[in-house]
């Protein structure tokens, strides 16, 4: 069975600082890859996925992700956040078309 | 519609009570998922349509769930007999096709008291 897991459930800094939020999942199996943001009062939105091809992938508000098979992890990351980042962030993992595993979810609070 | 729309997007009800929660997808939008999130956990896959045909219900619950899509378009998830667990926020999402990005709504919210 696919699960996985968002090591931290809040993660907090600066802005401007980098950011890191972690992802592991475990699959026996080739699996897609996602990142979704929710804002507050807001749905999910798709940051961004891996699929296949290029390791690293880029997503909207200079956000990107690395896919690591051996280490079975697809952690987040941004260089500089802003204010406007502060949002709720989950990691789910596909091995069919249409069924996603999630996360619990990080909180990622900015500070001034 | 130009994006998910779900409703009502906050339900109170009382234990016992039928509810329905509906969604209407992204026009021309061929798949529609359901999905629940408990607070604090990331969302649970209940159930997904292709056109009006309930391809996967593997992850409703409980046979007091259960939903449809009659035309293709709009769908809806019905909890009968409602209890105290069934508190949770319901996510309605859509796609093009199976595989494409999903949408997501903003989700229902339900607390059954």
């Known amino acids: 069975a696919q699960s996985v897991t968002q090591l931290d459930s809040q993660v907090t800094v600066f802005e401007e600082a980098p950011v890191e939020l972690r992802c592991n999942y475990s699959?026996?199996?080739?699996?897609?890859l996602f990142w979704y943001v929710q804002y507050p009062n807001q749905g999910l939105q798709l940051l961004l996925k891996?699929?296949?091809?290029s390791t690293l992938v880029k997503g909207i508000n200079g956000f990107e992700a690395e896919f690591n098979k051996s280490q079975t992890s697809f952690h987040l990351r941004k260089p500089s956040v802003h204010i406007s980042d502060t949002a709720e962030y989950f990691c789910?993992?596909?091995?069919?078309?249409?069924?996603?595993?999630w996360g619990a979810g990080t909180k990622l609070i900015i500070k001034p | 519609g130009a994006g998910v729309s779900q409703s009502p997007r906050y339900k109170v009800t009382k234990r016992g009570q039928d509810v329905a929660l509906r969604c209407d997808p992204i026009?021309?939008?061929?798949?529609l998922y359901w999905y629940r999130q408990a607070l604090g956990q990331g969302p649970e896959f209940l159930t997904y349509?292709?056109?009006?045909?309930?391809?996967?219900k593997s992850g409703l619950p409980n046979d007091r769930f259960s939903a449809e899509r009659p035309e293709g378009s709009i769908s809806t998830l019905t909890i009968q007999r409602t209890e105290q667990r069934d508190s949770a926020m319901y996510r309605c999402?859509?796609?093009?096709?199976?595989?494409?990005?999903?949408?997501f709504g903003e989700g229902s919210w339900l607390t059954v008291v």
């Open positions: 999402a859509s796609s093009l096709d199976t595989g494409n990005t999903i949408y």
């Open positions: 026009s021309g939008h061929v798949s």
């Open positions: 349509f292709n056109y009006e045909a309930q391809q996967d």
């Open positions: 699959s026996s199996v080739s699996v897609y």
């Open positions: 891996y699929l296949s091809g």
């Open positions: 789910a993992v596909s091995r069919s078309n249409y069924q996603l595993i």
